[in-house]
């Protein structure tokens, strides 16, 4: 097995951005040409999540206000408590969520359905520079 490392970053403006990052990993893969593998995609942080969705107005507004349901802004944190950064609504949404995800290649062709983007969401409290990084095993 064979692994490449690739890299980019995202500029984010914090506060449960949703940044969709699909082209960012086509552009990537695709330029390796290769047949099959499988595309890790990986953020570090613990404020910040990878995940799918179909990226469109609604779900958009959707999905943060389901995290609000889940982790409320406005909740006392014992994370605040220690802390005094005013975040642990973030550090709760990305431990639910998750940051990373996996893509197939498959003949050529990563397997995304017509209606799903790898999307970077960021949960901080501010405006952030991700990284993003793409394990690709074949
Ligand atoms: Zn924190």
Redesign the pocket.
């Known amino acids: 097995m064979t692994i490449i490392n690739e890299k980019f970053t995202v500029n984010t403006k914090g506060n449960t951005d949703i940044v969709d990052i699909t082209n960012n990993i086509k552009n990537l893969v695709y330029r390796h040409s290769l047949t099959n593998a499988i595309v890790h995609v990986y953020v570090a942080g613990s404020?910040v999540s990878v995940t799918n969705i179909e990226f469109e107005p609604g779900l958009l507004v959707d999905l943060p206000e389901a995290l609000e349901n889940l982790a409320p802004i406005e909740k006392e944190y014992h994370?605040d408590a220690t802390?005094h950064?005013g975040?642990?609504y973030?550090?709760i949404r990305a431990s639910i969520i998750g940051n990373s995800t996996m893509v197939p290649l498959i003949e050529g062709a990563l397997q995304l359905g017509q209606w799903q983007q790898v999307v970077l969401i960021d949960f901080d409290n501010k405006a952030r520079i991700r990284t993003v990084h793409l394990i690709i095993e074949y």
């Open positions: 404020t994370h802390w950064d975040n642990g973030a550090h």
